[in-house]
């Protein structure tokens, strides 16, 4: 069961205005990560579904979080249809983050009151999700679209919250475009965690990147 409920989990998206993303298949290296971005101020991280045997390594990384890290909300990503939904949801998850449009993935989602935000790439997909109760929408790939995707979306609707995922990285250029087109937060994997930090095992350099990309979202909103 979700240690969070939705609204805190979507509150704590605006408030931090950004998600990291990481897959590995080693549990201790994804404890190390864990707590690397947890000491650079990290409280959300969204694990993505991948590889075999990913749920088995969510599950453990879940149980880390909720004894050494409590303030840590462990959610799921690249999630295709409502049976891994829940398979991850009885795993404790407190988000769910999809690359498409599900509406089975929505319908269990709502009933346990989980955050459920899916990959949308036009209004039409947009508004749909918003009707199926999506607090968040996730942009993907961000990239593709780009920030001024964003700000005509937010021009006649402005309630719309949106995640772009893919094509953020961690500098001030990139993050000021996404957040003055008015994204609620962003996601950022590999930019992010790098394949290098995890291969050398600097998780000293990763909290301060994650500190460090936190802070600059924080001053570029206060612009």
């Known amino acids: 069961m979700a240690r969070f409920t939705r609204i805190q989990v979507a509150q704590k998206m605006a408030e931090q205005g950004m998600v990291p993303l990481f897959y590995h298949a080693d549990v201790e290296l994804g404890k190390k990560v864990l707590a690397a971005c947890y000491k650079g101020g990290a409280r959300l991280l969204e694990f993505t579904n991948r590889g075999d045997f990913a749920h088995e390594v969510f599950g453990e990384l879940n149980k880390f979080c909720a004894k050494e890290l409590p303030e840590m909300m462990l959610g799921v990503g690249s999630v295709t249809d409502a049976a891994a939904a829940s398979l991850y949801m009885q795993l404790g ?33 947009i508004c749909r999700a918003e ?4 607090e968040i929408v996730k942009l993907f790939p961000g990239g593709t679209y780009g920030p001024d995707f964003v700000k005509n979306i937010k021009g006649p609707q402005p309630w719309t919250s949106i995640m772009p995922t893919g094509g953020v990285t961690p500098t001030e250029d990139n993050l000021k ?3 003055d087109a008015g994204v609620t937060c962003v996601g950022m994997g590999s930019q992010l965690i790098s394949s290098d930090i995890l291969k050398n095992g600097d998780f000293g350099e990763l909290e301060k990147r994650v500190g460090e990309t936190l802070d600059m979202i924080q001053k570029l909103r206060n612009k």
Do not use: Q
Not at 103 to 118: M, Q
Not at 131 to 134: A, D, T
């Open 177 to 179: 475009k996404w957040f």
């Open 93 to 125: 998850a407190n988000f769910v983050v999809t690359p498409v449009l599900r509406e089975d993935i929505a319908t269990v989602c709502n009933r346990r009151k989980v955050l459920w935000s899916p990959g949308c790439g036009s209004l039409t997909e």
């Open 131 to 134: 009707e199926l109760g999506c």
